[in-house]
């Protein structure tokens, strides 16, 4: 099992790396604590879109290596 804290930098890694803005702006509402379809609507995506967002986002995470539940 990971710790917190090292969950959390690794996060924050992942997220400083993404260049992409709607990304990034997705990995900062979720962190901040919206759930995915307040995401959604304070961004006004398609649902397509969002998830292909969200794909990519997960992608990263787990390359990064951290587990992802509820994916």
Known sequence: ???RCRKIII???VV???ADPVMRE???LLMAGLN?????AKLKLSL?????FLDEIKRRLI???LEIRRA
Request: glycine share 4%.
């Open 36 to 40: 995915l379809s307040a995401a959604r």
């Open 16 to 18: 400083e790396s993404i």
């Open 63 to 65: 390359e990064a290596g």
């Open 26 to 28: 997705i990995c900062y």
């Open 11 to 13: 996060t924050r890694r």
């Open 48 to 52: 397509m879109a969002f998830e292909m």
């Open 1 to 3: 099992m990971q710790c």
